[in-house]
Every structure is written in structure tokens, then in C-alpha cells.
């Protein structure tokens, strides 16, 4: 009895270890320009959004999978959850437009 | 060579804007006191339109675009401001200026005359052709006239975020259908 719970913590410990392979990804917003245009990244990889501008953005998929809203001078993060190659844009300034391909 | 680009170039604004001819007939070559201050009159044009369009819209997209404008054409200006202070240069006023600020006073009296869905409609369509005409004038007029690098740099990135206002303009328009 002893043993089984010591096995169930061990694998724990197991399925929690994985997401320590993950990378933080930074995709920066300067003077109306997404940079990289295009990244690619994994499931489970942390995107860093940075915007540098004194105006508001968002990152916004156009397949509805992530919409995140970048104040002025500030940053955010989101991780990726599912595989695929995700267009966005910004919603205040749809020309800015970038790729993400996520690798499963 | 010169005056043919010129008088092209005359052409060209008079198809778009009857208004910005009238500043490039008066000088072939705007300097940068003066394309501050156009650049700087058409911030503030917006900012009126939107101020106007916040107590007057009643679609919920239409106001968020209203705010939108306001927040970013104010942050605009604000650069402009700090530039035109750190160069130690005086905006002057102009014709194309004085003309412009004419023509946006007549819309928000023709605006404020209409309500409801018919000025939600009117004031995005009349946004469209704004950025529209300005993101004109920024390209073929203000930005190859800016002598100051700084200013010149300021016009660009007021280009691109004219423009996606346009596009913004354009998809809030499509909505309203």
C-alpha cells in the first residue's frame, strides 16, 4: 500500500516534468510591425508578446484560437495549446498581420 | 521635369481632395513647420469626429471604433507635440491646414444633424474617406516633403496606423450592412 502511493507521486512528478522542455518564444510590436513575421513554435512553448509602441494592440487569431490585448509599453504571455498554423492580426490596426506555426 | 512632377502631383491630390491642392498650388514644396502643422491638424480633425461620434453613436462597434481613434490619434499628437518641442520648431499654419479644418467643421454640422443608425453609417463612411485622403497626402505630399529625418520618421509610422484605421474603418463600414 505503502509502495502504490509512492508510485502515484512518482508519476506526478512524471506528467509535470514535461512542460520543462518548453521555450519562451518573444514576438515584438514596433512602429505598426509584428516581429517575426512568422515563428515557429511547439505546444506547450510560452509566446512572449512585447509591444514596444505607445499605442494599444492585440494579437488576435483570425480562427478565433487566442485574442490577447497589449496596453502600450507593455508585454504579455500566453502559452500554445493547440497545433496548427494560426494567422493574426491586430484588431486596431489589421494591417499588422503575422504567422504562428505550432508544431504538436 | 519639376513641374511636371508637381503638376502630376497636383492632379493626383485634386482627384482625392479638392482641399490639399489648395496647399500645394500656394507652395510646390510644404516645409516642415507647416507639414507639422497639417499633420498635426488632421490628429486633432479626428479626435473632434470621434469625440463627436462617442456621444452620438448608438452601434457598440462603432463606438469602440470611435474610441479607438481617439486613444491612438491623441497618442499621435502627443509624439508630434514632443517632436516639434525637442526640434524646436513652431508649427505655422497654412492653406491646406486652414482648408482642411473648414471641411471638417462643415461634416460635424452635417453630422450632428443625423442619429441613430443613419449617423453610425455616415460617420464611418466619412472615416473610411478621411484616412483615406490623409493616408493620400502622407504618401505622395507630407512624407517626401519632410526635410527633418525624425519628422519624417514620425509620418511613417502615422501612415501605417492611418491605414489600419482605414481597414479598421472599412471593416466596422462592412458590418453596418
Same mark, same amino acid.
Given at each position: 500500500?505503502?509502495?502504490?502511493?509512492?508510485?502515484?507521486?512518482?508519476?506526478?512528478?512524471?506528467?509535470?516534468?514535461?512542460?520543462?522542455?518548453?521555450?519562451?518564444?518573444?514576438?515584438?510590436?514596433?512602429?505598426? =510591425?509584428?516581429?517575426?513575421?512568422? =515563428?515557429?513554435?511547439?505546444?506547450?512553448?510560452?509566446?512572449?508578446?512585447?509591444? /514596444?509602441?505607445?499605442?494599444?494592440?492585440?494579437?488576435?487569431?483570425?480562427?478565433?484560437?487566442?485574442?490577447?490585448?497589449?496596453?502600450?509599453?507593455?508585454?504579455?504571455?500566453?502559452?500554445?495549446?493547440?497545433?496548427?498554423? =494560426?494567422?493574426?492580426?491586430?484588431?486596431?490596426?489589421?494591417?499588422? /498581420?503575422?504567422?504562428?506555426?505550432?508544431?504538436? | 521635369?519639376? +513641374?511636371?512632377?508637381?503638376? #502630376?502631383?497636383?492632379?493626383?491630390?485634386?482627384?482625392? !481632395?479638392?482641399?490639399?491642392?489648395?496647399?500645394a498650388r500656394a507652395a510646390d514644396?510644404?516645409?516642415?513647420?507647416?507639414?507639422?502643422?497639417?499633420?498635426?491638424? &488632421?490628429?486633432?480633425?479626428?479626435?473632434?469626429?470621434?469625440?463627436?461620434?462617442?456621444?452620438?453613436?448608438?452601434?457598440?462597434? +462603432?463606438?469602440?471604433?470611435?474610441?479607438?481613434?481617439?486613444?491612438?490619434? %491623441?497618442? +499621435?499628437?502627443?509624439? #508630434?507635440?514632443?517632436?516639434?518641442?525637442?526640434?524646436?520648431?513652431?508649427? %505655422?499654419?497654412? @492653406?491646406?491646414?486652414?482648408?482642411?479644418?473648414?471641411?471638417?467643421? @462643415?461634416?460635424? #454640422?452635417?453630422?450632428?444633424?443625423?442619429?441613430?443608425?443613419?449617423? @453610425?453609417?455616415?460617420?464611418?463612411?466619412?472615416?473610411?474617406?478621411?484616412?483615406?485622403?490623409?493616408?493620400?497626402a502622407l504618401e505622395t505630399q507630407?512624407?517626401?516633403?519632410? !526635410?527633418? &529625418?525624425?519628422?519624417? !520618421?514620425?509620418?511613417?509610422?502615422?501612415?501605417?496606423?492611418?491605414?489600419?484605421?482605414?481597414?479598421?474603418?472599412?471593416?466596422?463600414? #462592412?458590418?453596418?450592412?
Open positions: 500500500m505503502r509502495l502504490g502511493r509512492l508510485s502515484s507521486i512518482a508519476l506526478v512528478f512524471a506528467t509535470t516534468a514535461v512542460p520543462a522542455h518548453a521555450a519562451t518564444i518573444e514576438i515584438t510590436m514596433q512602429n505598426l =510591425v509584428i516581429s517575426p513575421a512568422e =515563428v515557429t513554435a511547439k505546444v506547450g512553448d510560452t509566446i512572449q508578446w512585447i509591444n /514596444k509602441d505607445v499605442f494599444a494592440h492585440t494579437a488576435t487569431a483570425k480562427n478565433g484560437d487566442f485574442d490577447v490585448n497589449l496596453p502600450p509599453n507593455k508585454s504579455a504571455t500566453s502559452v500554445l495549446k493547440k497545433a496548427g498554423t =494560426v494567422d493574426y492580426y491586430c484588431r486596431y490596426h489589421p494591417n499588422m /498581420k503575422a504567422t504562428l506555426k505550432i508544431a504538436p | 521635369m519639376f +513641374v511636371r512632377r508637381s503638376a #502630376a502631383l497636383a492632379a493626383a491630390i485634386l482627384l482625392s !481632395s479638392p482641399v490639399l491642392l489648395q496647399g514644396k510644404l516645409t516642415d513647420p507647416q507639414i507639422a502643422h497639417i499633420a498635426y491638424t &488632421a490628429g486633432v480633425i479626428d479626435i473632434n469626429a470621434a469625440k463627436q461620434a462617442q456621444k452620438k453613436a448608438k452601434n457598440k462597434d +462603432v463606438k469602440a471604433f470611435a474610441e479607438d481613434m481617439l486613444r491612438d490619434h %491623441e497618442a +499621435v499628437n502627443k509624439q #508630434a507635440l514632443a517632436l516639434v518641442k525637442k526640434l524646436n520648431v513652431t508649427p %505655422e499654419d497654412n @492653406d491646406t491646414s486652414k482648408a482642411l479644418s473648414k471641411q471638417a467643421s @462643415d461634416k460635424l #454640422a452635417e453630422l450632428d444633424k443625423l442619429n441613430g443608425a443613419a449617423f @453610425d453609417k455616415a460617420y464611418v463612411a466619412n472615416e473610411v474617406a478621411y484616412h483615406k485622403t490623409v493616408n493620400g507630407l512624407i517626401p516633403s519632410a !526635410s527633418n &529625418a525624425e519628422l519624417k !520618421s514620425l509620418l511613417q509610422t502615422g501612415l501605417k496606423i492611418f491605414q489600419g484605421h482605414e481597414q479598421h474603418a472599412e471593416h466596422v463600414a #462592412a458590418e453596418l450592412k
